[in-house]
């Protein structure tokens, strides 16, 4: 973008920047946004299909969950960035409903063009819209019912729906079971209220078997064997010691050479460093410690000398496996050997060896921290393994929100029209132009049991109809059995959500909407400059204003105060 002054040329953006402005960077921007939409709404309910996604290195994701094919994709345009944020919002917020969150966002927009075709003006659709998701919050919280960790029954159908249309889902029972009893295990109680951090729970993910296999196991799973053949398979009462620095005599940092004349002096080098092993695992083996895992590399000779001793060790152990097993055990990860006391030990009642497949792992058992539990997920190729974990996580957050916030909502497309139909009354409520966003934003809802229906091959107007009507007699509850193809009650079907997944879904496709809706302009080839959210034009007006008067001033500053002296005498008023 350039101007002219004394026939040069003056850049303000970069060369080469594009810049759409007013309808057009607009209508770019909608259209951008709703195309990314639409790329998901394919996988939406249980009926929804997977997609194969192949990077440019060839690495294939096969997928059905929201957040991550829209992570997957290479998408470059600002505002359909902004739909793939939505997705990563929710499920960092909730885990679960990130496709919802997403179509969402689409059909928000998708109708505030209908709106802008009429000349409403983008900031009374944003502020028409936003009236709108808090009057949707306000309804979804009276349509929720209670829960709490007590109602098994209720967590395992809160499981079976978020694993419903996943890769997982011909052993929903399965999963859901693992999922539920894995989330009890590590509830806990702050002020007074059910925390649940999911990161208390270590999927280890190992290829073969069925997914069937999966198992849950209290305590923790190492994806580590024994470091020597020597050292026992089983250590009952372990005593376990976390070291994150080598077993091994570190090299030096600086090229050294040491020069050796006669053997005699080999042997004495050679003798040394063996003793300075000997002093490490000495340390080891005094304090106590019947169990070593170990960050980094043990060396062959401290492995000789640790199987001697009898303790069970494992090298190369993660980092994050390390913070697991400090917090399940009560052991503290030592940065150095010089002084082990009792208190860094942690304790469990059985450290030992299994096979799972032909592979060797270490379970943690019986450990002092009962909070700590692991799954592990069998999967028979890697990308149902892969596929299996994004299920397993959207089901283990569901039931985690669930405990926590003690709410939950009828699914299968059921609050989304009871709420369609709520704002439409509230929209006649309201005067000026909100009226007509508000009455859009509700239009907008049913897109989710349109897909729905959609999705499972049946006739989205008969459902939507069927569904309204029931909804208008009172039950708030009947949504779409995509099985049946019958408009049913959901709550009774089983089919059951957290309050959290739908406010959330709400509220972040509200913004991002209202966001796209009123940016006017955008340069694609150059986001960072030119994306402005004010008035493009007076934006552009200023910029070159800015660059004429810093050419100008200079030059005739003298002449420019000068002139003030002459003209701020005749404003003076004069005196009679
Ligand atoms: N058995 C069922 N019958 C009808 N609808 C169902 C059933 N199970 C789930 N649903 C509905 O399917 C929708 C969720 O579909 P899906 O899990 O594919 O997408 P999402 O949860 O929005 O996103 P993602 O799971 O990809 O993060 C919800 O509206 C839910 O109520
Ligand atoms: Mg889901």
Not at 254 to 259: F, G, L, Y
């Amino acid at each position: 973008m350039s101007g002219q002054l004394a026939g040069q040329p003056i850049f303000i953006l970069r060369e080469g920047s594009q810049r759409t402005k007013g309808r057009e960077a607009q209508n770019n921007n909608i259209m951008a946004a709703k195309a990314v939409a639409a790329a998901v709404r394919t996988t939406l309910g249980p009926k929804g299909m997977d997609k194969m996604l192949v990077d440019s290195l060839g690495d294939i994701v096969i997928t059905n969950d929201g957040a991550t094919i829209l992570k997957e994709m290479d998408i470059e345009h600002p505002a359909a960035k902004m739909i793939v944020e939505v997705a990563k919002t929710q499920d960092d917020e909730v885990g679960d409903g990130t496709t919802t969150a997403a179509v969402l966002a689409g059909e928000f927009l998708k109708n505030a063009e209908e709106l802008l075709e009429l000349g409403v003006h983008p900031t009374v659709i944003a502020s028409g819209y936003r009236l709108a998701s808090i009057k949707a919050r306000e309804i979804l919280k009276t349509l929720a019912k209670p829960v709490t960790s007590k109602d098994r029954d209720l967590l395992l159908k809160i499981a079976a729906t978020a694993i419903t249309g996943k890769g997982a889902e011909s052993s929903k029972d399965v999963f859901a079971k693992l999922t539920v009893d894995a989330v009890l295990a590590v509830v806990d109680t702050e002020n007074g209220k059910q925390k649940v951090d999911i990161d208390d729970i270590k999927v280890e993910k190992k290829v073969g078997g069925s997914v069937e296999e999966s198992v849950l196991i209290e305590g923790m799973v190492i994806d580590k064997e024994r470091v020597h053949t020597n050292m026992p398979k089983k250590i009952t009462k372990a005593k376990i010691l976390l070291i994150n620095e080598a077993l091994e005599i570190k090299k030096t940092e600086v090229d050294a050479e040491i020069s050796i004349k006669s053997p005699d002096q080999l042997q004495l080098f050679l003798d040394q460093e063996e003793q300075m092993i000997h002093d490490m695992v000495t340390k080891v083996i005094k304090s106590g410690a019947n169990v070593v895992f170990v960050q980094k590399g043990i060396d062959d000779i401290a492995q000789h000398y640790l199987a001697k001793a009898g303790i069970y060790a494992a090298r190369r152990v993660k980092k994050s496996d390390m913070d697991k097993l400090a917090r399940a055990t009560g052991a503290k990860v030592l940065t150095s050997l010089k002084e082990i006391n009792d208190s860094d030990l942690g304790k469990a009642g059985l450290v030992e060896e299994k096979k799972i497949g032909d592979e060797a792992m270490t379970y943690v058992t019986e450990c002092h921290n009962p909070k700590a539990v692991s799954i592990i997920l069998r999967g028979g190729t890697e990308h149902v393994a892969d596929e299996a974990e994004r299920a397993l996580h959207d089901a283990l957050r569901v039931v985690g929100v669930a405990i926590e916030d003690e709410t939950l909502v009828a699914g299968g497309g059921s609050p989304e029209v009871e709420l369609a139909l709520r704002l439409r009354e509230y929209s006649s409520t309201l005067k000026g132009r909100e009226q007509l966003a508000v009455a859009k934003f509700a239009d907008a809802l049913e897109v989710i049991p349109r897909t729905l229906a959609e999705n499972a091959g049946l006739d989205p107007i008969d459902m939507l109809v069927e569904m309204r009507s029931q909804h208008e007699k009172g039950n708030k509850t009947a949504g779409l059995n995509v099985f049946t193809g019958k408009v049913v009650d959901m709550w009774k079907e089983g089919v059951v959500e957290p309050l959290r997944v739908k406010t959330q879904a709400i509220s972040s496709g509200t913004e991002a909407a209202t966001m796209i809706l009123r940016s006017m302009m955008c340069s694609p080839a150059n986001q960072a400059e030119a994306c402005h959210q004010a008035d493009p034009e007076a934006w552009a007006e200023w910029a070159e204003w800015k660059v004429w008067t810093k050419r100008i001033t200079p030059r005739f500053s003298f002449f420019f105060w000068l002139q003030w002296i002459f003209l701020i005498p005749l404003h003076i008023p004069k005196r009679n």
